[in-house]
């Protein structure tokens, strides 16, 4: 059965980075767009980042353009997103998700999601 499996969440301070790590298991991901969304307490789940297999696509929320940096590693079927110059308002739980083909705005058009890693910003 095919899984995702997030890491690298944590408490940073304003202004910090972190990594997060998404190792695709159970299937090769190869052919698959994979991402990012997020949830902060109290609203909606909302798309982040997503690249195409291949790498040649990506796609970033307005909010966290020039900031976030996602990357794939299809011999490892791991995923990456850096993240730089965090706020406060980048606190929440952040999940890894998987589609065939091409990348994807809707949350509805992913098949596969992780369990999601929490990453918090203090002011």
């Known amino acids: 059965q095919a899984q995702l499996v997030e890491s690298g969440g944590g408490l940073v301070q304003a202004g910090g980075s972190l990594r997060l790590s998404c190792a695709a298991s159970g299937r090769t991901f190869g052919s698959y767009a994979m991402g990012w969304f997020r949830q902060a307490p109290g609203k909606e789940r909302e798309f982040v980042s997503a690249?195409?297999?291949?790498?040649?696509?990506?796609e970033y929320a307005d909010s966290v353009k020039g900031r976030f940096t996602i990357s794939r590693d299809n011999a490892k079927n791991t995923v990456y997103l850096q993240m730089n110059s965090l706020k406060v308002e980048d606190t929440a739980v952040y999940y890894c998700?998987?589609?065939?083909?091409?990348?994807?705005?809707?949350?509805?058009?992913?098949?596969?999601w992780g369990q999601g890693t929490q990453v918090t910003v203090s002011s």
């Open positions: 690249i195409r297999w291949s790498g040649s696509s990506t």
């Open positions: 998700v998987a589609k065939r083909d091409l990348v994807a705005l809707r949350r509805n058009d992913y098949e596969y």
